[in-house]
C-alpha cells in the first residue's frame, strides 16, 4: 500500500503565501504524475496542478502565475507553494500521486492524501 500524508496549509490574509506539502511512502517503484486537487465546500474537485516524473507542470488557469509545484523524486515529495492568495483558494487540497509499486509491471494506481484546509480571509 501507499500512503500519502500532507502538511502545511492553515490560515492567511488574502495575498499572503501558503506551502503545502505531500510525502507518499509505502510500497512504492515509481511514480508518475503528483498533483494537487482541491475541493471547496458545495463545489466538486478541481484540479490546482500536475507534475510529472521528468518535471513537466500543468496549472489551472485560476492559479497560474501565483501557485508553483515542485517534487523531489528522490524523497517522492511534492510541494504547492501558493502565493497572492485569494479567498477563492479556500478549499481542502489534496495530494494525489500515480504509482507503480513494483518493477513487475507497467500498471500504475491512483493514491490520494486525507487533504489539508486552506483559508484565506478577505
Known amino acids: 500500500q501507499v500512503q500519502l500524508v500532507e502538511s502545511g496549509g492553515g490560515l492567511v490574509q488574502a495575498g499572503g503565501s501558503l506551502r503545502v506539502s505531500c510525502a507518499a511512502s509505502?510500497?512504492?517503484?515509481?511514480?508518475?504524475?503528483m498533483g494537487w486537487y482541491r475541493q471547496a465546500p458545495g463545489k466538486q474537485r478541481e484540479l490546482v496542478a500536475i507534475?510529472?516524473?521528468?518535471?513537466?507542470?500543468n496549472y489551472a488557469d485560476s492559479v497560474k502565475g501565483r501557485f508553483t509545484i515542485s517534487r523531489d523524486n528522490a524523497k517522492n515529495t511534492v510541494n504547492l507553494q501558493m502565493n497572492s492568495l485569494k479567498p477563492d483558494d479556500t478549499a481542502v487540497y489534496y495530494c494525489?500521486?500515480?504509482?507503480?509499486?513494483?518493477?513487475?509491471?507497467?500498471?500504475?494506481?491512483?493514491?490520494w492524501g486525507q487533504g489539508t484546509q486552506v483559508t484565506v480571509s478577505s
Open positions: 494525489n500521486a500515480d504509482v507503480r509499486t513494483t518493477y513487475l509491471s507497467t500498471r500504475s494506481q491512483n493514491y
Open positions: 509505502g510500497r512504492i517503484f515509481r511514480i508518475n504524475a
Open positions: 507534475i510529472t516524473s521528468g518535471g513537466s507542470t
